[in-house]
């Protein structure tokens, strides 16, 4: 099938990855990234053979995408937690100023922004901060368990001399606290550091630099995925 890349603009997701195949006269649509992954690798995997090995959804490696996928989401309620009351950041980092996005949504979230931050606020609980200490708990013990796993040594997650799809899922939700340079890939500089922490709460920043100076071994990690195998500006 024919393949095209795409990303999605939308305040509602923000900018996502999105593939489109084409089968004959129609296009399909695959819009997560894991499921996109997934697709990649039972579609390409008789043609190019150990090329996709990086991308073999053992069950080991699935199970360590689902603990990063709550990772991720807890690290959505931290953000949240340090931003919700900043509104021009949310609004930068809801694409309400990017011409991608269509012009009626950009107005729509500008107008509904009190609206959107009660349900975000109930969604993630937070005015509750028994909840959110709970949430950074589960972050810090995540990212020792990876720590630890990095202590003997290992380039990479599963142990492997180059990355698969699970340092792929883990660093891409890490990049929110160790901010590291080319985080978009030169699609947005909303999240591109330094340029974006001029406009980040205090709150926020100190809890990544806390992070950052705990776990040293994770964020030269995460580091070094951004520096070597993250497409840079010119490349997209």
């Known amino acids: 099938p024919k393949l095209q890349r795409s990303s999605a603009h939308s305040w509602i997701t923000g900018t996502v990855p999105v593939m489109h195949v084409k089968h004959g006269i129609t296009w399909s649509r695959i ?15 008789p043609e190019v053979g150990k090329s996709a090995e990086f991308l073999k959804p053992t069950p080991e490696a699935v199970e360590m995408e689902k603990k ?7 690290l959505q309620g931290w953000l949240y937690y340090r931003s919700i009351k900043h509104k021009e ?16 949504q950009r107005i729509l979230i500008r107008i509904f922004y009190p609206m ?8 993630f609980k937070l005015n509750s ?17 990876v720590e630890d796993m990095l202590m003997d040594g290992r380039d990479f997650l599963e142990g492997g001399s180059e990355p698969t799809f699970v340092d792929i899922t883990f660093a891409s939700v890490s990049g929110l606290w160790v901010m590291p340079q080319n985080f978009s890939g030169g699609v947005t500089r909303v999240t591109d550091f330094p340029h974006a922490k001029d406009r980040m709460p205090e709150a ?9 100076e705990q776990f040293p071994r994770v964020t030269k990690y995460v580091e070094g995925l951004y520096g070597k195998h993250r497409f840079k500006e010119k490349e997209i």
């Open 31 to 45: 819009g997560n990234s894991s499921d996109i992954l997934k697709y990649l690798y039972g579609r390409y995997l």
């Open 68 to 74: 990063y996928d709550k990772y991720g989401a807890d």
């Open 89 to 104: 950041m949310c609004l930068r980092g809801w694409m309400a100023f990017d011409e991608r996005v269509p012009l009626y």
């Open 116 to 123: 959107a931050a009660r349900f975000l606020t109930g969604i």
């Open 129 to 145: 901060s028994t909840a959110f200490e709970k949430r950074v708990l589960r972050i810090k013990g995540v990212i020792q368990e």
């Open 204 to 212: 926020l920043l100190a809890d990544a630099a806390e992070w950052r």
